[in-house]
Structure formats: C-alpha cells, structure tokens
C-alpha cells in the first residue's frame, strides 16, 4: 500500500468521555459535569447545579483516570503508533482562572505520557475537547468574554512547557466549526447566557442561533487563541507540530439544479471551510462578508488581530470524518440526522443505527479537496462506527460490520494518498468505548475495546478487545493492509 512509512495510526478519545475521576485530583467542574445522558431522541439536558439522584455520564465515564496503565498496554498491544486525547483544562486550572497550575492534575498526566512513551506510542493532544471550565461558562459565558482568550493562552502555555518533549503534536480546539451550531456553541465555546445559566434544566440545542453574532464573535476569541497558541508553541519548542480540528461535513448538491450547487457551497463554505480558512490562511475569508451582512454580524477586533492571526497558521489540517450529507434548495426533502446536524438524505448511501450517512468514497474525495486547497499535511483524527455491540456467548465482541466499515475507510485514504494527499496519520474514533458525546449514551459504542459500562450506570469496566481490535492490529502491521 502507499501509506507512508512513518505514517501515525492509532487511536483517539476526549477526556471528559473516558475520564471519569471528575472531582477527583483537585479537578474543577467542566461543562460536560453539568450535563445528563440522553438518545436520539431525548436530548441530553442541562442542569445548572449537581443533583446527586441524577445521572452524569461524565462523572465517571469509563474510568481512564485509574485504568490508564491497562488502557494504554492495550493501545500499544494493537500496535498504535499515536493516541490522540486531550487534557482536561480543569484538572491543571480547576477554575480556569487560577495563578498556579494545579500539581496533581499535571502529575496525572506525566505518568500518562511516561507509559504512551513506554510503549514508543506518539501522544497527540487536544487542549479543549469540550470541555470548557464550568466557572468560566459560568462567569463569562465562555469565549464570548475576550479575557478567557488570555486564560486559555495561560494554560496552553503551561501544559506545552510542562510537557515539553513528551508531547510534540497539538491540537487546540475540538471540532472548532461546532461552535456555530445548537448544542456545539455549548459545548466548544462554553457559549451560555445568563438566564440559562440560572435555570435549574435547558436544553443546550435550543441556543440554535439564538444569538449568532454573539457565537461568531465567541468562535473570534478562539481563534485568536489558537493563533497565540500556535506561535507559542513554536517558541517553546520548535519540534512542536499544532493542527486545527474541524469537523468535516462534507457536503454535496442533491440535485444538478444550479440552486442545489449554490447552496452546497455556502453550507460548505459555512460549516467547513470558514474555519480552516481562518486557522490555515490566517484571514478571513472575503465570502463570509456577505454572510456576515446578511446576519447583522460585526466582529469586535482589536488592532493586533490580523497580525495574530497570520502569525499563529496551524502547521497541519486534522479533521474528523463520520459522514456526508446533501444540500439543497428544496424544503420536502428527506432529511437523516448527522453529527450535531442533519442533512438531505443521500438515497445512494446507507447509514449507521443513529441515523448517519457512511460515505468512504467522500473521505477520499474530502482528503483530495482539502490537499488541494491548503497543501499542508492532513490528518484525520476522529473516524469511526458507532453501533449497538453486545458480548457474545463466548465472550468476544464480533463487530464485523465495524471491521467492515474501518476497512473501507482506510482503503479511501490510500486512494487518497495514491491521488497525491500528503496524509500524515489516522486516530479511530474511539481507542475504547466511551460516553457518546451527542447522546451521552454509552450503548452507542465507538471503540475497538469493549468497556463493560451502562447507561444506567451499571458495569464493572472490564475491557474486552474487539474483532475490530485485532484486525486494526494486523492493518497497523502491514502499514495499511492486512491479512
Ligand atoms: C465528534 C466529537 C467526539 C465524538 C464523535 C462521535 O463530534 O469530537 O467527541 O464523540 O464526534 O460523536 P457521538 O459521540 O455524538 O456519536
């Protein structure tokens, strides 16, 4: 196969979905602490205080914060070359606005580090996958406050010192497009208003572009923040490597109609290309002015901006890959549900048991268009099935339709890469099972190692490697085939 050498395979999660530990270490609340399980079709709520007779999936989550050792012994027994997480900003800032960092939760992950090291296993790490301090939701109403810029740079900066030479990938915002969406502008930017944040339950999703400027301007602050973060970076250690992390939703026309095509591009320049522009170019892109008009949107800019943002262009593109969807102009077509948004429904594809479209060949064709239109090194950090595993009478999990899906994934990128796509690595979403991060479910199960946990909390966390498990084994061996 044409996959490069050095090519980084492996494996991804999020802390707050495989944590758990959430007070534990001095840790402060995250925004993730404060919201419920749900399903497809119940959404996951909100609650302003902690109820102890409510459940929290996030609370306990599939317990990584003590089974670590025996988590990463499985990573590197598959043979991942990289485990993509994230830090929790609460365990080194439990406020988000302490002076000094928080020792126990630096600790913590130290020996997280050692052991991915141990096993010649190259970390790669988010600083904010979703997780956002409550205080700072709280207080400030997330990045919507320019002054959280500074304490994102402060914690960054801490955690890229301290953890000089045992990390050298970075990530800085998860999914940072989300922040234009329902339930994503919670989640990725701590976005919360006032009254909301007094009630005793919301739903997140209702904020749906409640108040768009506000969420552009909060998505300006974190960009901002990338950029400082990305120059720092560099300074720190210049063997530093930072992406961005965008969640591609590939769009095409559902119909040839000129009018579908018009639409496919401005959702896709909306959704998707905004963002990497922003984070690759280091501008804003000249289409999103009229955008911008249209909505009453004008972006509050200090003078230094511009220069910031050119100063901080990220060195490479990760992006996460689940689906595609349709655009059109017609209002009677038959929508699917997708990843934190829906679509036109694509009568060529099939989808998984949650509703979302499975498009291998728009994987090769994505990876294509964004080589092309950025020409720095790709990587697609989050890819994966999520499906109802049970165990079987003899005690394995016989995923076939993951190994399937994971099969025909993979073949895409090498096509990729045979078209020209400088492709530097690939994480499956998820290393383990963990908490969904749309439904708070733990029934719709990602990971190539079962964890025995439940959605009504039950379950001793006992892991149990897939079939998936030991074919994405046998894929990292032969380096993109396998026997
Ligand atoms: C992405 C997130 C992940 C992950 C994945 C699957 O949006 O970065 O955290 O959870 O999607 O989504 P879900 O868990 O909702 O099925």
């Known amino acids: 196969?044409?996959?490069?050498?050095?090519?980084?395979?492996?494996?991804?999660?999020?802390?707050?979905?495989?944590?758990?530990?959430?007070?534990?270490?001095k840790k402060g609340l995250t925004i993730q602490d404060m919201i419920t399980g749900g399903s497809l079709h119940s959404p996951r709520l909100f609650r302003g205080t902690i109820d102890k007779t409510v459940f929290y999936p996030s609370h306990e989550a599939v317990d990584f914060y003590h089974?670590?050792?025996?988590?990463?012994?499985?990573?590197?027994?598959?043979?991942?070359?990289?485990?993509?997480?994230?830090?929790?900003?609460?365990?080194?800032?439990?406020?988000?606005?302490?002076?000094?960092?928080?020792?126990?939760?630096?600790?913590f992950y130290d020996q997280v580090?050692?052991?991915?090291?141990?096993?010649?296993?190259?970390?790669?790490?988010?600083?904010?996958?979703?997780?956002?301090?409550?205080?700072?939701?709280?207080?400030?109403?997330?990045?919507?406050?320019?002054?959280?810029?500074?304490?994102?740079?402060?914690?960054?900066?801490?955690?890229?010192?301290?953890?000089?030479?045992?990390?050298?990938?970075?990530?800085?915002?998860?999914?940072?497009?989300?922040?234009?969406?329902?339930?994503?502008?919670?989640?990725?930017?701590?976005?919360?208003?006032?009254?909301?944040?007094?009630?005793?339950?919301?739903?997140?999703?209702?904020?749906?572009?409640k108040n768009l400027?506000?969420?552009?301007?909060?998505?300006?602050?974190?960009?901002?923040?990338s950029a400082m973060t990305v120059h720092l970076a560099h300074e720190i250690d210049p063997a530093n490597q930072v992406g961005c992390?965008?969640?591609?939703?590939?769009?095409?026309?559902?119909?040839?109609e000129p009018k579908d095509m018009l639409e496919t591009q401005r959702k896709d320049r909306i959704l998707n290309k905004f963002s990497g522009d922003v984070m690759v170019l280091g501008e804003y892109p000249s289409y999103m002015k009229r955008w911008f008009a249209e909505h009453g949107i004008s972006i509050r800019q200090e003078p230094e901006d511009a220069a910031v943002l050119k100063k901080g262009c990220v060195d490479f593109y990760a992006f996460s890959y689940y689906m595609t969807n349709c655009a059109t102009v017609r209002t009677d077509a038959a929508q699917v549900e997708g990843n934190l948004m829906g679509g036109a429904k694509n009568p060529y594809l099939q989808t998984s048991e949650w509703g979302w479209q499975i498009d291998p060949d728009g994987l090769r064709y994505t990876l294509n268009e964004l080589w092309d239109r950025y020409h720095i090194p790709l990587m697609i950090v989050e890819n994966g099935l999520g499906a109802e595993d049970k165990i079987a009478a003899d005690g394995k999990v016989h995923d076939s339709y993951r190994i399937s899906y994971l099969q025909k994934h993979i073949r895409a990128v090498g096509e990729a890469i045979a078209d020209g796509a400088a492709v530097m690595g690939y994480t499956v979403w998820s290393a383990l099972d963990l908490v969904s991060s749309g439904t708070g479910e733990m029934k719709k199960r990602y990971g190539l190692i079962y964890v025995d946990r439940h959605d009504d909390g039950s379950g001793d966390f006992r892991r149990i490697p897939k079939d998936s498990f030991y074919w994405y084994k046998s894929c990292i061996k032969n380096n993109g085939d396998w026997e």
């Not at 609460?90 to 126990?104: K, S, V």
């Not at 002054?147 to 990530?171: N, P, Q, S, T």
């Open 1 to 25: 196969m044409v996959f490069p050498k050095n090519f980084l395979w492996g494996g991804a999660t999020a802390a707050n979905q495989c944590e758990g530990g959430y007070l534990e270490g």
């Open 67 to 107: 089974r670590y050792r025996e988590d990463i012994a499985l990573f590197a027994e598959a043979g991942f070359r990289c485990y993509r997480m994230s830090i929790s900003w609460a365990r080194i800032f439990p406020t988000g606005e302490e002076n000094e960092p928080n020792e126990e939760g630096l600790a």
């Open 245 to 256: 992390m965008i969640s591609h939703i590939t769009q095409y026309p559902l119909t040839c």
């Open 213 to 225: 400027p506000a969420q552009l301007q909060a998505m300006h602050h974190q960009f901002i923040a």
């Open 113 to 209: 580090f050692d052991e991915c090291r141990r096993y010649g296993i190259e970390p790669m790490v988010t600083l904010n996958h979703f997780d956002i301090p409550w205080n700072l939701a709280k207080k400030y109403g997330g990045f919507q406050d320019r002054r959280v810029i500074d304490l994102f740079v402060r914690y960054a900066e801490c955690v890229m010192k301290h953890f000089r030479g045992k990390v050298r990938y970075w990530l800085t915002f998860n999914e940072i497009n989300f922040g234009l969406l329902n339930m994503g502008a919670y989640k990725s930017l701590g976005y919360l208003e006032k009254e909301d944040a007094e009630k005793q339950e919301f739903v997140p999703k209702d904020a749906l572009h």
